[in-house]
């Protein structure tokens, strides 16, 4: 063959009509829509193609300018084993090889899911500040909200050993513990963080949390609400402090949940720009900054039944996450709904972001989905769905009354149940004759939650 054939010949351009009369040929009668169009679990429609759009900019991020993670967001390991010497280790283990944060995970935390620590005071906090003086890395706290005192001591510890150089973020969530039922003293929320903010540390106090809704069954656009509730929740009990909205702002982390949905997952993550940003012009901020958001990998998603699935859950997650502008991610180890994971479950949930960092560069673009127009429409239609709901819980009186209420645990439970059956991979599809054999350092807890509770949709399938 005349290779310049290559270079004269070509496809004559076709526009959104054309290639709807293909595909319509290609459907030999099928309808259309049915075919070929679907829609979200919170009612949004997806079309098969999108234009280009132009003139859209990157929406910023924040972790450019964490000096300890360079370009990439925070390789955040979790710190749950109540074997202390054997967490510490743990954590030595996670820094050496390529994690650059560390959530530290108490037992009674929404986050623990049957696992964590127990309490510790001021000496063992002392040590975690001694290391964190010596290698810098960003330091993330999951703690029960009923422990008053344990953030201060943190805080202290800290203090005292000049432990500054890498951004720590308290996760002070008083909506959390009221939505899991566990505490409903959300009224001294503000003077603990007023406190903590009083340190000057770099990074965040509060959580504007919208894990446990997605954990329950929320789906995109009500676990996007509950942030932005919890956001202004936070505003105004700040406010009456006497703190500033960019102060509070500045020390609100998003907290949101990655899973396996790829392109729902970035446009979640979008999406929650772009309700900061509106909010942050709602409050006449002339100098909007992006927002902190803090990614972590769906526990719902998770599987029992063959757990090396949830590896490549958990991959999907994170590359979601990643570009659509997460600044730190915690990866949940594959083998967590079993119970607490050993070193080789905590090397791939810690392997699975550093290789997409350093192999596959997925830090190195800004935004990547910034002009898809699938991606563009799917994060814009979530944002506006998610300000409807978060309004319709403003006039309810905010998040602390639809909470009481009930309002917003009848909200997740009925998305929950409306959820559409979905095949699992080695749960109902492809399922293995013999479980293989997994190993764990112990069994989880059972998490006493009697508001809302986080549930393993593979569960819901086989009780089915």
Known sequence: MDASILRTAGFAPVDAAGWRALAEKALKGADFDAALLSQTDDGIAIQPIYPRREGALPLAHSHAATPHAGDAWTVNQRRDDADTARARAQMADDLENGATGIALVFKGSAAAHGAGMTASGETAFAKTAAARAATPFSLRLEADFQDKALSTTLARALDKADARSAPVHFGLDPYSAALSGTSSEAGESAARA??????????????????????????????????????????????????????????????????????????????????????????????????????????????????????????????????????????????????????????????????????????????????????????????????????????????????????????????????????????????????RPVTVLGSLSDVAMPGLRPVLLADCVEAA
């Not at 770099?202 to 656009?221: K, P, W, Y």
């Not at 899973?259 to 509106?278: E, G, I, S, V, W």
């Not at 990547?368 to 009186?397: C, M, N, S, Y």
């Open 194 to 435: 007023k406190d903590l903010i009083g340190f000057n540390f770099s990074g965040t106090v509060l959580n504007a949390d919208g894990r446990l809704a997605h954990n329950a069954g929320a789906g995109e656009a009500l676990e996007l609400a509950i942030v932005a509730a919890a956001l202004a929740e936070n505003l105004r009990r700040l406010d009456a402090a006497g703190l500033a909205p960019e102060t509070t702002f500045a020390a609100t982390a998003l907290c949101l949940a990655a899973d396996q949905d790829q392109f729902l997952t970035t446009a979640k993550f979008r999406a929650a720009r772009l309700l900061h940003a509106r909010m942050q012009a709602a409050c006449g901020i002339s100098e909007p900054k992006p927002a902190h958001i803090h990614a972590e990998t769906s526990w719902r998603m998770l599987t029992r039944l063959d757990p090396e699935t949830n590896i490549l859950r958990n991959t999907i997650a994170v590359f979601s996450a990643g570009t659509g502008g997460a600044d730190e991610i915690t990866v949940l180890p594959h083998t967590l709904a079993l119970g607490v994971p050993d070193p080789f479950a905590r090397r791939i949930a810690r392997n699975t972001q550093v290789v997409l960092i350093t192999e596959s560069h997925l830090a190195h673009v800004a935004d990547p989905a910034a002009g898809a127009g699938g991606i563009e429409a799917l994060t814009d239609a979530l944002a506006e769905r998610a300000w409807e709901v978060f309004a319709d819980i403003e006039k309810a009186g905010g998040l602390s009354a639809a909470i009481a209420s009930g309002r917003i645990k009848a909200m997740v439970e009925a998305a929950r149940a409306a959820r559409r059956v979905r095949p699992i991979v080695g749960t109902t599809l492809f399922a293995l004759k013999a479980e």
